[in-house]
């Protein structure tokens, strides 16, 4: 009774607790002590439960912007100021919000300078000088991706900018704005940190110059770099500076980088290639990235060195210690405001606050580490989550909030349903080095167990004001198929869903799968048929969306034809494709670059050609008759001309005066391929009249179009899409014999348990 008391307090849930967590000691029985006030606002002693009746709250402060916002504190100097390239929103969804909130708890005074002018360098002064140093960071984004699409094209809007206005950043913000404050205070510590500076720490590929870099560190003249999320280093650091260690003797703190000019002979090192031998040799990076790879560890990682000279060297040290629960509520219960600054109000607030509002942020990391994604070099493979008491008393805040109209839009993080570790190995030896949790199959280790985030669930639904909560940040479609209970999938199509879930298959292409570290299409599949069924058992009609990827490293145009083919048979066509976007610091960008896998060193076929992207993207949306040049051509190149004509199995007609599913081409000199090495051979013509073979998840009728989710009548509405990554249409979950109505109808109110 006892454990059962206090996890139903949800001070002590099941799952992991992290490395510094103490284990339960039974002892007397005793009343739990009331819970603290909400982050960001402060409570009336005299109230206490979730009724939003009975509660006053006020506000919390923002840190200071101006001179004028120091004098009414009484501060005549920061100990820091924070140069952050996104707008000050103090939420901690947004990073600059948690850095500089937990600094302020450890006693210092933190101000902040969003969006400064980097044409002028006064504008980095407007706070004066700090008394221990500057802080830097680019933004919840890299600046370059913020900046430009896959096709390096100007993006239109910045979500994260007053009013949606796109230029109020410089592209490699965190390198303009050091070197600004590097003009005005030429002996002041900069200390950078972020997304974009904790993806650039060491040489990198940059696809916007199409070159290697150097690390950032050196580019950009500060003192000390800070990867992954950063919560402990910055807490050290500011301690060594207010003790009176110098900026360049800080080189002790884990999940930091420093750069010296001869390596201490006391340290032990795991040497990289050099960066000219980097320059000058393809094969070397691959090789020097995938030693990078196998130490991002904390348990397990060494402390690297990367020479760029004789008397330059860059050191990194080895990832901080994952938070255990009882620091992560912590860091997510200080004084957040939870908005953005007055001052935009005017200009039309921050957009990007609508996704993450009324949303909870209950892990980080994730033992996915798909090939494309940089969270393994970022937040770590290591879950770390928040306790079940600290996520309700942030729900219990967002039903007093004028704005709340019942809905929590999202329970989750990097992958919404990890909760703990991968396995108990992880608690004392960490991630191995060699081996993927999910890919190419589940490891035998494996504990895929939801009854943690099934329970969470459970409690949020419970709180008074609370409609429905939705589950938008992605769910691994593996990891619930190898979960032996199936209790939580039936709760999440019954619940959870807003008339559509969002999984991530990327591609039907076994072969391309396995380029990018995710699971065989047909795990897919079984997933999409176990989704059918209990929507049918439910009595309910809701969509899936599969996030599809093309132009990904080994993607030739006969696998990117296939997924036309798997399009064609489920009978849908996506609104917006995402296109393979190499950004630093992930397998997939070594491979774009490199030609070369870094995991096995053989070679890979990378579709760079501009044209050719353009087809990959086009097959994807073959219908549009904007694309119709496209994608002849590509079936051209292909040589799947049996797919141009008039019957069921055809993707596109043939031209005027052009002879239906044609053998040749009309023009072969035509059909010289962007890249002529492919490595893979023509595919086999299915014989004439055969139809193709449909997948399990296809409807066998023809499904009437779709509705998209804005217009179903019976699904309970959804929060704005959020701003990072390209939208896809949703696909309806495929029942037997009955095509999708377009609507969700409401189950009934008596179930079985």
Known sequence: RFFSQIRSVGSKPSGWQGPASQPLVPGPRVQPKKAPPAAGWQQNKNTA???????????????????????????????????????????????????SRVLESHGYKVGIISQPDWKNPDSVSVLGEPRLGFLVCGGNMDSMVNHYSVSRHHRKTDAYTPGGVMGKRPDY???????????RYKKAPIIIGGIEASLRRLAHYDYWSDKLKRSVL???????????????????????????????????????VFKVKAPDENLSYLALPSYPELVKSKKKYAESFYLQYQNTDPFSAKRLLEPYSDHEFVVQNPPQKPLSQQEMDKVYDLPYCRTYHPSYESLGGVPAIAEI????????????????????????????????????????LMTRDPKFKGYIHDVGGPTADFRQPACKKQLSRGACQNRQCLFPTPCRNLIADHSDYLALLRKLRAIPGVKKVFIRSGIRFDYVLADPSDVFFKELVRYHISGQLKVAPEHVSDAVLEKMGKPKHSVYLRFAEKYAQLNQQERMNQFL??????????????????LAEYLRDISHQPEQVQDFYPTPSTL??????????????????????????????????YKDPKNYKLVHEALELAHREDLIGFG????????????????????????????????????????????????????QKKAPASKPAGQNRAAKPAAPAKPSGAQRSAVPAAKPGKAPAGHARKAPKKRGS
Request: hydrophobic share 35%; proline share 9%; net charge positive.
């Open 49 to 99: 439960g979730c009724s939003p009746r009975k509660r006053k709250y006020h506000m919390a402060e923002f840190l200071p912007i101006s001179k004028e916002d120091m004098n009414r504190r009484g501060w005549t100097q920061c100990d820091f100021v924070y140069v952050v390239g996104d707008a000050y929103v103090d939420h901690p969804s947004f990073g600059h919000a948690i850095i």
């Open 173 to 183: 913000a965190v390198t303009v704005y050091c070197n600004l404050i590097r003009q």
């Open 218 to 256: 050196l580019d950009s003249q500060a003192d000390l770099l800070i990867y992954g999320m950063g919560e402990r280093a910055i807490v050290e650091i500011a301690d060594a500076l207010n003790d009176g260690l110098d900026i360049h003797d800080i080189t002790y703190i884990d999940g930091t």
């Open 357 to 396: 509002q009324f949303s909870l942020t209950s892990c980080r990391g994730c033992f996915g580490a798909c090939n494309f994604c940089a969270l393994t070099f970022h937040q770590g493979r290591i879950i770390q989550s928040r306790s079940h008491a600290s996520l309700l008393k942030e729900a219990c």
């Open 545 to 562: 969306v599969p996030y599809l990827m093309s132009s990904h490293p080994g993607c030739t145009m006969k696998d990117a034809v296939a």
């Open 588 to 621: 997939s960008t070594v491979m774009y670059y490199t030609g070369l896998d870094p995991r096995t060193m053989q070679p890979v076929y990378v579709p760079k050609d501009p044209r050719e992207k353009a087809m990959q993207r086009a097959l994807m949306q």
């Open 648 to 699: 069921p199995q055809c993707l596109i007609r043939p031209r005027k005066g052009e002879p239906a599913e044609q053998k040749k081409p009309a023009q072969p000199q035509e059909k010289k391929p962007p890249q002529k090495k492919s490595g893979k051979a023509p595919a086999k013509k299915p014989a004439s009249g055969t139809k193709p073979q449909k997948s399990p998840a296809a409807p």
